[in-house]
Nanobody
Framework: QVQLVESGGGLVQPGGSLRLSCAASRTIGSFIAVGWYRQAPGKERELVATITGGGSTAYADSVKARFTISRDNARNAVILQMNSLKPEDTAVYYC???????????????WGQGTQVTVSS
C-alpha cells in the first residue's frame, strides 16, 4: 500500500508564495507520474501540475509561469512551488501518484488527504 502525505498549505496574501510537499511511502521513482490537483468549494477537482518518471512536466494554463513542480528524490517527495498566488488559487490541494501494481493488474492511483491553501488579504 502506498501512502501520500501533503504538507505546506496555509493562509497567504495575494502575490505571496507557498511550497507544498507530497511525501510518498515508496520510492518516488517507482511512480509513472505524480501530480497535484485542487478542488475549490462547489467546483470539480482539477489538475494543476504533473511530473513524469522521466521528469517531464505539464501545467494547467491558469498556473503556468507561476507554479513549478519538481521531485526531491532524497526525500521521496514531489514539491509544488507556488508563486504570485491569487485568490482564485484558493482550494484544497491533493497529491496523486500513479504506478503499476502487479497484484492490481494495472496502473493504480493513490491520493493524499489534501492540504488547504487560502489566498486572501
Amino acid at each position: 500500500q502506498v501512502q501520500l502525505v501533503e504538507s505546506g498549505g496555509g493562509l497567504v496574501q495575494p502575490g505571496g508564495s507557498l511550497r507544498l510537499s507530497c511525501a510518498a511511502s515508496r520510492t518516488i521513482g517507482s511512480f509513472i507520474a505524480v501530480g497535484w490537483y485542487r478542488q475549490a468549494p462547489g467546483k470539480e477537482r482539477e489538475l494543476v501540475a504533473t511530473i513524469t518518471g522521466g521528469g517531464s512536466t505539464a501545467y494547467a494554463d491558469s498556473v503556468k509561469a507561476r507554479f513549478t513542480i519538481s521531485r526531491d528524490n532524497a526525500r521521496n517527495a514531489v514539491i509544488l512551488q507556488m508563486n504570485s498566488l491569487k485568490p482564485e488559487d484558493t482550494a484544497v490541494y491533493y497529491c496523486n501518484a500513479r504506478r503499476w501494481e502487479v497484484t492490481y493488474g494495472g496502473y493504480k492511483d493513490y491520493w493524499g488527504q489534501g492540504t488547504q491553501v487560502t489566498v486572501s488579504s
